[in-house]
């Protein structure tokens, strides 16, 4: 698609329970991002892809958190028993190149989560 | 590690006026640095970038940024402000060979008719 597509665009949760968020990234992107925006803040790395293989998982809160991307395109991050805390729009941002500095970025609209 | 400090959360100006958003870079290398708009209900957007080539850059919609090293900053103006400019804006730099971005908090930018 021309651009990045993020589902659902808004999410209820009741505490404890489990969610998937998706992200489509731009066709051919080889790089695949995850971020989480708190209200009032910017947005924090959570991990990266490249192709299907994750190289980097380090800002990932807890082991409550997963991410896959199985076949180097759609991805999709997981979140197993929700808390308030989680609360957050979670951004998917792609990119044509490796890591993104001479390609660029390209941010999805995101998916905003509220625990309840 | 590198970091980015927006020493504003809110700025204020009047339409037509000149814009300034002010960022403080730390980094243990040269970095690369970036500015973002966030419109509400939207993806955020590159105004511009710096990657050690003129500290000058120019971005768009009328948006530039100065890169001194002496001071470490990486200031964003316009000349003046459109209404349509109220957002949030993002200074950001380039994590390393993960390509992961690192964002500051975050400057609202109003503005006033």
């Known amino acids: 698609g021309a651009g990045v597509s993020q589902s659902p665009r808004y999410k209820v949760a009741k505490r404890g329970q489990d969610v998937a968020l998706r992200c489509d990234p731009i066709?051919?992107?080889?790089?695949l991002f995850w971020y989480q925006q708190a209200l009032g803040q910017g947005p924090e790395f959570l991990t990266y892809?490249?192709?299907?293989?994750?190289?980097?998982k380090s800002g990932l809160p807890s082991d409550r958190f997963f991410a896959e991307r199985p076949e180097g395109s759609v991805s999709t991050l997981k979140i197993q028993r929700t808390q308030q805390e989680d609360s957050a729009v979670y951004l998917c941002?792609?990119?044509?190149?490796?890591?993104?500095?001479?390609?660029?970025?390209?941010f999805g609209s995101g998916t905003r989560l509220t625990v309840v | 590690a590198q970091s980015v400090t927006q020493l504003d959360s809110h700025v204020s100006v009047s339409e037509g006026t000149p814009v300034l958003l002010r960022c403080n870079y730390s980094?243990?290398?040269?970095?690369?640095l970036f500015w973002y708009v966030q419109h509400p209900n939207k993806g955020l957007q590159l105004l511009l970038k710096?990657?050690?080539?003129?500290?000058l850059v120019k971005g768009i919609n009328g948006f530039e940024a100065e890169f001194k090293k002496s001071e470490t900053s990486f200031h964003l103006t316009k000349p003046s402000a459109h209404m349509s400019d109220a957002a949030e804006y993002f200074c950001?730099?380039?994590?390393?060979?993960?390509?992961?971005?690192?964002f500051g908090q975050g400057t609202t930018l109003q503005v006033k008719p």
């Open positions: 950001v730099v380039f994590g390393g060979n993960t390509g992961k971005l690192i």
């Open positions: 710096y990657t050690s080539a003129a500290t």
């Open positions: 066709s051919g992107h080889v790089s």
């Open positions: 941002a792609s990119s044509l190149g490796g890591t993104g500095i001479s390609y660029g970025y390209t």
């Open positions: 980094s243990s290398y040269s970095p690369s």
């Open positions: 892809f490249q192709n299907e293989a994750q190289l980097d």
